[in-house]
């Protein structure tokens, strides 16, 4: 009663019952086994209520005892890392979470600590983005996130490639998170390549931006893979070019050109209504003349070949551009990241926690023939 009425009683009670109950484990384990002997103790530390506890845990010399109880404080203590990553990857600082565990545990974590609380975390999260992937997507979507990363003293903006893939049961999952400073054509090729390290063998349909070269890059690794350049990308772009005042109608044009709905509309239709589109306005904006580069743009006009229903779905990158919000949600509270590897981390969390991909993709089944 004196104890537990005393400041933190609550507590130093607990600490004395949890000593008492290892010792008598321990003497119970010494009075069945003639030749082992106590060896004195060894300093735990444990969460008590509002207070991190230290316990001292008997020890004995041949090193064969261990206390049951201490099963439960390892237990709580994985799970206390596993809040503290999660808390990680919702957004918060590992300033941020040591600060939380202090109002929680009474004890306060500095970053590094927070930071080793992770190792195991990095550990999986590691492995998930290096794991055996499926033989066949029926869709991949890739874009590349820039964010500020320090090397070497420096800082500067690093891309960070992601490849969306859409599987046979229609779910969808990240199948990788890799660092190059520069985005590049030879970048991706790379990145095809690990894919096919890694048990794709081929690709149904591969939905990207225009950057120059991924074409080519993505048929020497799949060869034969149809390819979709961004719509949006492409109505950013021109939309760029327009003075404020005509920004409407050409808008209103582009919707048309670019129309998912049409039954028995084709690839060889939409570049008619974009020739159209493009000798309509660059008697005002001669800069558009550089679009009818069939060679660089009838890329953007693939979704016209399959099922009307699914068109929308396929012609833009834009799955993986809200993956992308929800990456600059968790890196925008950090501000620069110290390396690749952090980046990496956070990005691999955010993907492979995604329950969102666990809901099938409406309407697939519409091109069961063409992506078989």
Request: charged share 30%.
């Amino acid at each position: 009663t004196e104890v537990a009425s005393q400041e933190d009683g609550f507590n130093e009670l607990l600490r004395m019952s949890f000593e008492a109950m290892m010792q008598a484990e321990r003497q119970e384990h010494l009075s069945q086994s003639a030749r082992d002997k106590g060896n004195g103790f060894r300093q735990v530390k444990a969460y008590g209520r509002g207070k991190m506890l230290e316990l001292r845990v008997p020890r004995t010399r041949s090193g064969n005892f261990y206390p049951l109880l201490m099963s439960v404080v390892r237990d709580q203590e994985e799970e206390c890392r596993k809040i503290a990553f999660e808390l990680y990857g919702a957004g918060l600082t590992t300033a941020q979470v040591g600060e939380m565990f202090d109002k929680l545990y009474g004890r306060h974590y500095c970053k590094a600590s927070v930071s080793r609380m992770f190792d195991y975390a990095r550990q999986e999260v590691l492995g998930w983005l290096l794991r055996p992937l499926e033989d066949y997507y029926p869709i991949v979507y890739v874009d590349a996130l820039q964010w500020s990363t320090r090397r070497d003293g420096e800082v500067s903006k690093e891309s960070y490639y992601t490849i969306l893939g859409v599987r046979g049961d229609r779910t969808r999952e990240v199948l990788g998170v890799v660092n190059f400073p520069v985005e590049s054509a030879a970048g991706w090729e790379a990145v095809f390549g690990d894919l096919r390290k890694r048990g794709v063998r081929s690709v149904g349909l591969i939905v990207a931006d225009g950057l120059t070269g991924l074409e080519a890059s993505a048929g020497r690794v799949f060869p034969g893979v149809p390819f979709q350049k961004c719509v949006i990308h492409l109505e950013r772009n021109v939309l760029s070019r327009i003075k404020p005042a005509d920004k409407k109608a050409v808008s209103q044009d582009l919707r048309e050109v670019f129309a998912t709905d049409r039954k028995g509309d084709s690839p060889d239709k939409g570049w008619k209504r974009w020739e159209g589109f493009v000798d309509t306005w660059k008697k005002r904006y001669p800069s558009l003349k550089r679009y009818l580069d069939k060679a660089d743009y009838f890329a953007h006009f693939t979704y016209l070949g399959y099922h009307h229903k699914i068109r929308s779905m396929i012609y833009s990158t834009n799955w993986i551009e809200r993956l992308n919000r929800d990456y600059k949600r968790v890196l925008r509270m950090r501000g620069v990241m110290p390396d690749s590897e952090s980046v990496i981390f956070l990005l691999g969390k955010v993907s492979m926690t995604r329950t969102a991909y666990e809901r099938k993709v409406p309407k697939l089944n519409f091109e069961r023939r063409r992506f078989k």
